[in-house]
């Protein structure tokens, strides 16, 4: 399976001016297997309510925290809390939605944002903080058990879907992928 590599432009939280913050290599997000990269199952800050997905006029099932599993490598989070502490804003943080498109039906968008939405869940790694993440009700169905990483390579940084479990295949972009049966 290839993973997911993010790439769009990331506007400045402080400013508006648009940032370009990643990679558009064919790359694997994974590391290679003898390379351990450190992660810990992100902590749920807040999650919507039945009524905030209702007034949004979306027809979804809260998924219960139980079944929710998001897993955030340290150098993810170690980036984010770089971010919020350079906008000096600590509710800042990676949003990560996806959309229907791309080769293989389901592409991956990510942005800076500066607050969760009604509709998000809100993620943090359990030790590195400020290290929000915010994930759209729709979007977590398709999201869940995935892991978040970030990686530097000499023609880019990007934050990534290293690694999603409801994904069988994607396409070389990385960013594209198609959904298991």
């Known amino acids: 399976m290839r993973s997911g590599i993010a790439s769009t432009q990331i506007a400045s939280l402080r400013t508006g001016s648009a940032r370009s913050f990643v990679s558009s290599s064919i790359a694997r997000a994974t590391p290679p297997a003898s390379i351990h990269v450190p992660k810990s199952t992100a902590s749920i800050s807040s999650s919507p309510t039945l009524d905030e997905l209702e007034a949004q006029d979306l027809d979804l099932d809260v998924i219960p925290e139980e079944n929710i599993k998001l897993e955030v490598t340290n150098r993810a989070a170690e980036q984010l809390k770089s971010i919020a502490t350079r906008e000096n804003c600590p509710s800042a943080g990676l949003r990560i939605a996806v959309e229907s498109g791309g080769c293989h039906g389901y592409q991956y968008t990510m942005q800076l ?67 298991k049966d």
């Open 113 to 179: 944002a500066s607050e969760r939405n009604t509709e998000d869940y809100h993620f943090t790694h359990p030790a590195i903080i400020p290290s929000n993440i915010y994930i759209d009700a729709v979007s977590l169905g398709l999201l869940n058990g995935s892991t978040i990483d970030f990686a530097t390579e000499l023609i880019g940084s990007s934050f990534r879907i290293a690694a999603n479990p409801q994904a069988k295949g994607g396409c070389g972009c990385g960013i594209s992928w198609e959904m």
